[in-house]
C-alpha cells in the first residue's frame, strides 16, 4: 500500500512539472487571429531574406554593407540551419550552413548578379510539435541570373525552395513586467526542384 501511495506522488509530481516546463507552457493553442499575424510575420521575414539576398549578390553593393546584411540575413535563421544550393549540370544539392552560403554569395565570380524570389507562399499549415513550437513551409521561386561585361548573360536558372518556419512561445522583459510573445524564425532552406 505504502509503495503504492509513492507511486502516485510521484505521478503527481512528473505531471506537476511537466505543467511547469517551457515546452508544455508553449505549448498553447494559437487564436486565428494570432495565427494570421504570425503568418504575416512569416512572410515578412521570408521577404527580409529575399532582399537580403539580392543586396548580397548585387556586385554593386559594397563590400561593407554586404557583410553588414549578412549578419542580419543570419539573425533570421535558427542555429545550424542549412540552405541548399542545386547544380544544374549534374543535379546535385549541396546544403550549406546559412552563413556559408551568403559568404560563398558574396563571391560569386560573375561581373553582374540578379537574383529575385516570387510567388512566395504557405504550402503546409502550422503544425504543433512535441517540443511545444510549431512548424510550417514556406515555398518560394528564386530566379537566378549571372552576366559578364564581355558576353553578356552566362547562366540563367529557376529554382524552387521549401523554408521552414519554426514559431514558438518567447519572453522579454519590459519595464520589469515579463511579457510573452509569439517569435518566427527561419529553418532550413531546402531545393525542391531547379530548371534552367
Given at each position: 500500500?505504502?509503495?503504492?501511495?509513492?507511486?502516485?506522488?510521484?505521478?503527481?509530481?512528473?505531471?506537476?512539472?511537466?505543467?511547469?516546463?517551457p515546452a508544455f507552457a508553449?505549448?498553447?493553442?494559437i487564436s486565428p487571429e494570432?495565427?494570421?499575424?504570425?503568418?504575416?510575420?512569416?512572410?515578412?521575414?521570408?521577404?527580409?531574406?529575399?532582399?537580403?539576398?539580392?543586396?548580397?549578390?548585387?556586385?554593386?553593393?559594397?563590400?561593407?554593407?554586404?557583410?553588414?546584411?549578412?549578419?542580419?540575413?543570419?539573425?533570421?535563421?535558427?542555429?545550424?540551419?542549412?540552405?541548399?544550393?542545386?547544380?544544374?549540370?549534374?543535379?546535385?544539392?549541396?546544403?550549406?550552413?546559412?552563413?556559408?552560403?551568403?559568404?560563398?554569395?558574396?563571391?560569386?565570380?560573375?561581373?553582374?548578379?540578379?537574383?529575385?524570389?516570387?510567388?512566395?507562399?504557405?504550402?503546409?499549415?502550422?503544425?504543433?510539435?512535441?517540443?511545444?513550437?510549431?512548424?510550417?513551409?514556406?515555398?518560394?521561386?528564386?530566379?537566378?541570373?549571372?552576366?559578364?561585361?564581355?558576353?553578356?548573360?552566362?547562366?540563367?536558372?529557376?529554382?524552387?525552395?521549401?523554408?521552414?518556419?519554426?514559431?514558438?512561445?518567447?519572453?522579454?522583459?519590459?519595464?520589469?513586467?515579463?511579457?510573452?510573445?509569439?517569435?518566427?524564425?527561419?529553418?532550413?532552406?531546402?531545393?525542391?526542384?531547379?530548371?534552367?
Open positions: 500500500m505504502e509503495t503504492l501511495k509513492h507511486f502516485k506522488l510521484l505521478w503527481v509530481m512528473a505531471l506537476w512539472l511537466a505543467a511547469a516546463s508553449q505549448a498553447e493553442a494570432r495565427k494570421m499575424a504570425i503568418d504575416s510575420l512569416a512572410l515578412e521575414k521570408v521577404r527580409d531574406l529575399s532582399t537580403y539576398i539580392r543586396l548580397i549578390g548585387d556586385k554593386a553593393t559594397p563590400w561593407s554593407e554586404a557583410n553588414r546584411v549578412i549578419e542580419r540575413a543570419v539573425e533570421l535563421f535558427m542555429e545550424g540551419s542549412r540552405f541548399g544550393v542545386s547544380n544544374v549540370a549534374d543535379g546535385s544539392i549541396v546544403n550549406y550552413p546559412v552563413r556559408t552560403y551568403l559568404e560563398r554569395l558574396l563571391r560569386l565570380n560573375y561581373d553582374r548578379v540578379e537574383i529575385d524570389w516570387f510567388d512566395i507562399q504557405y504550402v503546409s499549415d502550422l503544425e504543433l510539435q512535441p517540443d511545444g513550437r510549431y512548424v510550417g513551409v514556406i515555398t518560394v521561386f528564386q530566379r537566378f541570373s549571372a552576366y559578364s561585361d564581355e558576353t553578356g548573360l552566362v547562366y540563367r536558372d529557376q529554382t524552387q525552395k521549401d523554408i521552414t518556419i519554426y514559431v514558438e512561445r518567447k519572453e522579454t522583459q519590459i519595464g520589469g513586467r515579463v511579457i510573452g510573445f509569439w517569435d518566427v524564425m527561419l529553418g532550413d532552406v531546402r531545393v525542391k526542384e531547379t530548371i534552367r
